[in-house]
Antibody
């Protein structure tokens, strides 16, 4: 059974940093493109960033470009999102999600971790 | 960026009703369109991928159709567990984008 477990969320001041982790199990982690998708309170879904199975290719939304960095450690079956220069508008539940065929949709999601940016 | 527009933003329906939700892309995305269901406090769940392919384990009352810019998600006979918010998502190009959501409520 595929399991994705996010951690690392919390309260941070504007301008601060946070690193999210997503521990994966139940599948060959290194074979799959993974993404981060976020959802602000009461709002819709926003794709944040994606990384190929090898980690050699990464993609991100303009809203986080230059501030957020996606990475992965395939030896630890873990996906990361390093978030710097956080803004109030980054407040959201952050989900990690698995792309089954590299076709940029998501067949498995974690339970999410809440990031709150506030002074 | 490709903009995804869903309609309606909300609807009220009864158990047993046929429900249709539409999604329009700002330009052609061929069949690179996916549908998700989300219940409060839960992660989204994939229902339909590639416009019309039913994800494994999803009930057959869910179906998707369309191509190019216009797509439809249909629930043939609404069940109590189907009350949720539904999102479309284009996977044609990055940045990947979602529609604004359609909340299906109990009439």
């Amino acid at each position: 059974e595929v399991q994705l477990l996010e951690s690392g969320g919390g309260l941070v001041q504007p301008g601060g940093s946070l690193r999210l982790s997503c521990a994966a199990s139940g599948f060959t982690f290194s074979s799959y493109t993974m993404s981060w998708v976020r959802q602000a309170p009461g709002q819709g879904l926003e794709w944040v960033s994606a990384i190929s199975g090898s980690g050699g290719s990464t993609y991100c939304a303009d809203s986080v470009k230059g501030r957020f960095t996606i990475s992965r450690d395939n030896s630890k079956n873990t996906l990361y999102l390093q978030m710097n220069s956080l803004r109030v508008e980054d407040t959201a539940v952050y989900y990690c999600a698995k792309d089954p065929y590299g076709d940029s949709y998501f067949d498995s999601w974690g339970q999410g971790t809440l990031v709150t940016v506030s002074s | 960026d490709i903009q995804m527009t869903q309609s309606p933003s909300s609807l009220s329906a009864s158990v047993g009703d046929r429900v249709t939700i539409t999604c329009r892309a700002s330009r052609t995305i061929r069949s690179y369109l996916n549908w998700y269901q989300q219940k409060p406090g839960k992660a989204p769940k994939l229902l339909i991928y590639a416009a019309s392919s039913l994800q494994s384990g999803v009930p057959s009352r869910f179906s998707g159709s369309g191509s190019g810019p216009d797509f439809t998600l249909t629930i043939s006979s609404l069940q109590p567990e189907d009350f949720a918010t539904y999102y479309c998502q284009q996977s044609y190009s990055t940045p990947l984008t979602f529609g604004g959501g359609t909340k299906v409520e109990i009439k």
